[in-house]
């Protein structure tokens, strides 16, 4: 019995090496899951792409500075009967008529609605980087959630079969006492009833283990293989609880969201204010025209308008859409409040959690320790016959429920550090420190800004 119950002590040390020395090596790292899951993750990849779409808004917005610049091109065959009187004679004359003009159209003036639309657009691509962001922060924390979920359940597992191993071995020596008559036959059921606890309880484990592992390929994107421990980030943490709530309202990407929501939602309403402005235009084109009439071979024609074109009432809707909007952008005042609420009590919840985790490590530590300390001695005593079967089976459970309480608590320890840096705003690989390169989305901005023509994308598409 002694040569099995050492093993439970090792089966829960692949979690903690995450706090005691270094990563063995061509181990798969928490580091290297979170690189994979930042490049790879097509939910990820997916909102990138949607930044990208948005960036559009502004080139969209530019074009109302922009001259629009119309070609029509004509071309038929007139048939003409003529009789010049009633007995006269019909004289046949077809015609070709063909024409060609050019249009260029230019906004002067439309009540400052192009340069609010350019600047909403710009706010909608800050707001849209700051959505990257979030689901950046997400991804990376399933990422490491899950990476520590599979240390965790693959360290239960190991803790739930060596426990198996040492009921077979615990209910073997109770049948070898029972047929000398040391035992009953009610200290035989009652190994054979933990025993098929214990292998319920594996059998529950690998389970657990088996849906981790989808989770783990479906955020990281591969199948888990060697992992090495992970390890908590409180170096990145702030080192109090009011400076994490203040530096999340400043960095949380959601409140800076929201605030660019805020933004956008005011210019609307100038935009839509605008409506009831001036609207000033020039219109220059020149045409040619042939065989156009029997008596007119070449029409030849060049023109420069300017209209101005004043709104006095267009059925109310314009109002309307002012009123709107002004709600609008109250509401989104009211929803960056809400915003900033909940980014202060996650950070607190978070906070919390951490601190309960580090409490819960050493006190799991000290329970693991005690029951271990408590399983021997029950042992020695049942010897003596001072304790019965029940006793070391009730102990050896208990040790059982420590070393998984451990384990789990290691495992609320790193993943509680992450959800502070989340809740903070700076899970971010700059701030993680990772081998990746980073994601600007302004590359694709500046490429995009200043773009008069063309259908390919940047990347060639």
């Known amino acids: ?145 899950t990476y520590m979920d599979y240390l965790r359940d693959a360290a239960t597992l190991e803790v739930q079969r060596s426990n198996v191993r040492v009921l077979e071995q615990t209910l073997k020596q109770t049948r070898d006492r029972f047929n000398v008559g040391e035992v009953t036959r009610t200290d035989v059921a009652q190994s054979e ?4 606890a214990g292998r319920t309880q594996a059998l529950t484990a690998e389970s657990n283990l088996t849906t981790t ?46 605030m660019f929501g805020i933004d956008v939602n005011y210019l609307q309403v100038k935009i839509n204010e605008g409506a009831l402005l001036p609207t000033v235009t020039v219109q220059a084109g020149v045409s040619t025209a042939y065989q156009q009439t029997l008596s007119v071979f070449r029409t030849n024609t060049a023109s420069a308008i300017a209209t101005a074109s004043i709104p006095i009432f267009q059925g109310g809707a314009e109002y309307a859409l002012i009123r709107q909007s002004k709600e609008n952008l109250a509401q989104q005042r009211l929803n960056l409040e809400t915003t900033r609420d909940q980014t202060r009590a996650n950070v607190v919840q978070a906070w919390g959690q951490l601190e309960a985790g580090k409490a819960q490590v050493q006190s799991a530590q000290a329970q693991v320790t005690a029951s271990e300390i408590a399983l021997n001695g029950v042992r020695e005593e049942a010897k003596a016959g001072q304790r019965t079967t029940l006793d070391v089976l009730n102990a050896q459970q208990a040790l059982v429920n420590a070393r998984v309480a451990l384990v789990t608590a290691q495992h609320d320890r790193v993943v509680a550090s992450y959800s502070v840096l989340n809740a903070v705003g700076r899970l971010a690989p700059q701030v993680l420190g990772l081998n990746t390169t980073v994601y600007d989305p302004s590359v694709h901005y500046q490429q995009v800004r200043d773009s008069w023509a063309g259908v390919r994308t940047p990347d060639g598409r």
């Open 193 to 196: 009833a933990q025993l098929a």
């Open 1 to 145: 019995m002694h040569g099995v119950k050492l093993f439970t002590g090792a089966a829960v040390s692949v979690l903690l090496l995450a706090l005691a020395g270094p990563t063995p090596a061509l181990a798969d790292t928490i580091e290297a899951a979170l690189v994979r899951a930042y490049q790879n993750n097509p939910q990820l990849n997916a909102q990138r792409a949607q930044v990208r779409s948005t960036d559009e808004n502004v080139p969209q917005a530019l074009s109302g500075y922009r001259p629009k610049v119309n070609v029509t091109l004509g071309t038929g065959y007139n048939y003409q009967d003529v009789q010049t009187s009633q007995k006269g004679t019909i004289v046949t004359l077809p015609l070709q008529p063909n024409s060609a003009s050019l249009t260029v159209n230019q906004t002067l003036y439309n009540g400052n609605q192009t340069a609010n639309r350019t600047r909403a657009a710009e706010s909608q691509v800050s707001g849209a980087r700051e959505a990257l962001r979030v689901l950046e922060q997400t991804v990376l924390l399933q990422a490491a959630t």
């Open 213 to 258: 592992r989808a989770n783990f390929r479906r955020i990281i994107g591969n199948e888990p293989t060697n992992l090495a421990p992970g390890s908590p980030v409180d170096r990145f943490l702030p080192t109090t609880i009011a400076s994490a709530v203040n530096l999340s309202l400043v960095e949380n990407p959601n409140v800076t969201a929201a």
